[in-house]
Each structure stands twice: as C-alpha cells, then as structure tokens.
C-alpha cells in the first residue's frame, strides 16, 4: 500500500472560476430531512492480490458487546483515506453503480438526482458552518439530464500512522470489539449505498459501516432467478465464498474490471452501528457539531461512543438517532442542514443549466467555495455507465 500526493489545483483550469456562496436567511419551510431511507446496495472489498475485488451484498461486522474495561493498541502502519479511489483510481464511483446494477440489473439511474459518498456532504456541511479551516476538493459531474455525480477528492488514498508517535485508538477499537462475519475474514471494509429524499432531492449515498448488530440480520440474497431469497444462517456467507469462481465472476467491463462475486446480504437499515471514540484527555467533549452530521447522512439508527485513557476502554455511552441527546442535536443543526440542502440544490441546478457536460470541480480554500473546469477529459464514470443515465 503505497500513497501518492496530490495537489489540490491539479488538473484544474485556473483561469475559470465561479463562486458559490454560503446560503443565508433561509425560509423554515426548506425541508432538510432525509426521508424514504432505502437500503439498495452493499459490499465487501477483499484482499487485491487478483485484482480489485467487491463481494456484492456483503456483510458489515458484527458487535461483540465486549465488557469494559479492556485496552487496545494505538493504530499504527498504513491507513486507508478513500478505500475506493485505492483501488479504483480512475473511477472512485464504480464499485457503487456495480454493486447496485448487479443486485438491480434494471435500477431507474435517471431517476436519482445526487450521487455522493457520505465524506463529501461532511465537506460541505463544514463549508455552511463557515470553517474558515476547511480546504477540499470535489469533482462533479452532470450525467443523463438531471443526475450530477459528487466524487471524492483527496490528496492522499492512504497515510502512514507511525506506531510510537500515534495516539488514536479507533481502527484497533472497531477490529477488538467487533467479529468478522462468517466467510468475511479477509475483508478489508464493508461500504453501504442507501437512497433517501433530502428535502425533495432524490439522493443516493455512499458510506462505510463498522459494525452491525448481532445476529446479523436476515440476508436477502439476490436469486438467479430474479426473484429473492433470504438467509436465516450468516453460514451462507462461507458457501458463497467457497463456491467462487474466478474465472466466471470477471466482469465484461471493458475501461476496467471489478471482480464482483455473489456473498452475503443487504443487512437491514435497523441493525447498522456507527463506532466513535474518544480520549478522556480531550480538552473539550465531543464535538456532536461534527459528529451527528456523519451519523445523519448514514442514517445509522445506533450510535456507540467509547471513552479511553491511552487506549484502556472503560465507558461506552449507547445512543439511538431520533431519540435523547441525539434529536436535540438534529433540532439544533436544522440551520446548518437547510444551508446544505439549499448548496446542493444551487449546484444541481448550475449543472443542469449547462448544456455541455464538462468535467468540473468545487475547490474551498479558506471557506470560499469555487468552481473550476477540469482539463482531463475523463468522467467520473466510464462511458458505458455514464449512458445508463440517459433515461
């Protein structure tokens, strides 16, 4: 696992900007709920020694509930930033639009009008804050007539973490408290796709899991068939894997193929668990101004926060989203999401406006928010999936 540098202008045409500005006095009749969560894909990337390599429904790992106190090693060695862009560099996105056409074969794209990983509306949610700290970089793309693709951007894919000078706990946390599930134990990180509505924008999004409760659920497994069936036993998980074929399970994708390999199943939206920690030592306590955020556009329904003294975990505070301390922050950020909303309406609406199709990206330095052509002529999609949103 090696990283690469990147700077933030690269591939950019300097000479072309147009500001975005912050959305203020807003009316509090914008809605900023995510309504109609729907799960409609998930999956495993495994060990790439054959290639890139998703197991398509997959499976999150499952929560232990381990008893406190028990201690853990600082996170150390190679990290990975953007899992997808790591093996995919090209088409970060791809292995999303795979996974939903190989459980959907005929998924209405055109349908859909925001396309983005969970990490991006974290950006720009910092950008409404007015973080005058924030510095990021999102490709964007308008594809069919109505749909515009937000692509993550980062300068690096990974980043090394020296084991003498770390003090984070949280990767080491997530692998101690938590077990891969059965046929799983060579994967490397579950990512999930959901659809919502936010604030009338049909929205699909793209985030990690890190745990979901145990048993693990029942898998609804796609049938060749067409129709489902569904796996009361995470045993399946081991046929699946078992029964690959590497030969068969290759893709015809001709701009770059994924293996995707038949395995587990779509967990339900009420078993997912987001895993948070925290030092005692901390100056302050969490900061739920950036923490809910990540936890709302996931629409995880638990929310596990863990408390260490140089990686001794001896508290674990367990929230419900909608409920408690966890509703009054979504009263108190209602603002900041409506700001968010109304951001990415502005930038659907600039796309769809245009009659080309180029390849832009949103750059904030310093808080101000710009827009930039790209010179590379390559989409954020291969051709041949970028024509699925033509309707």
């Keep these: 696992m090696s990283a690469t540098t990147q700077n933030i202008m690269d591939g950019l045409n300097r ?177 999930r796709i959901v659809q919502c509505d936010f604030g009338g924008l049909k929205t699909m999004v793209r985030f990690e899991v890190n745990a979901c409760t145990e048993p693990a659920a029942k898998f609804v497994v796609p049938d060749t068939s067409g129709s489902t069936k569904v796996a009361h036993n995470v045993d399946y998980l081991t046929n699946a894997f078992s029964q690959l074929d590497p030969t068969t399970s290759q893709t015809s994708d001709t701009s770059l193929k994924i293996e995707v390999i038949d395995g587990g199943g779509l967990v339900p939206q009420s078993s997912i668990i987001e895993l948070t920690t925290c030092s005692v030592w901390e100056r302050a306590p969490f900061d739920w101004t950036q923490g809910f955020p990540q936890l709302f556009f996931s629409q995880a329904p638990f929310h596990f926060l863990a408390y260490h003294d140089n990686g001794l975990f001896h508290k674990l505070e367990k929230r419900r989203l909608g409920a408690g301390e966890l509703l009054r922050w979504e009263k108190a950020l209602q603002e900041d999401f409506r700001r968010l909303r109304a951001a990415l309406g502005r930038i659907r609406e600039l796309l769809v406006q245009r009659e080309d199709k180029a390849r832009l990206a949103l750059v904030c330095q310093q808080g101000v928010m710009s827009i930039y052509e790209r010179t590379d002529s390559e989409g954020c999609l291969p051709e041949e999936w970028i024509e699925r949103f033509e309707g």
């Excluded at 396309?115 to 005058?132: C, E, G, P």
């Design 15 to 191: 000479s072309f900007a147009q500001i975005i500005p912050v959305p203020e006095r807003l009316s509090e009749r914008l809605a900023a709920d995510l309504t109609n969560v729907t799960p409609t894909a998930s999956y495993n990337w495994i060990g790439d020694e054959r290639g890139p390599a998703i197991i398509v429904p997959g499976s999150p790992p499952v929560w232990l509930d381990r008893p406190m106190p028990f201690s853990v090693s600082p996170d150390s060695g190679n990290i990975f930033i953007d899992q997808n862009r790591f093996h995919v560099p090209k088409y970060p996105l791809l292995p999303l639009v795979k996974a939903v056409n190989h459980l959907q074969p005929k998924f209405d794209w055109a349908s859909i009008d925001v396309i983005t990983d969970r990490n991006n509306l974290r950006k720009l949610m910092r950008w409404v804050q007015k973080s005058i700290e924030s510095e990021f970089r999102i490709n964007i793309q308008r594809v069919g007539k109505n749909t515009v693709l937000l692509e993550r951007w980062d300068a690096e894919n990974t980043t090394y973490i020296s084991p003498v000078e770390s003090k984070s706990y949280g990767l080491n946390f997530g692998h101690v408290s938590t077990k891969p599930a059965k046929g799983f134990e060579e994967s490397t990180g579950h990512h």
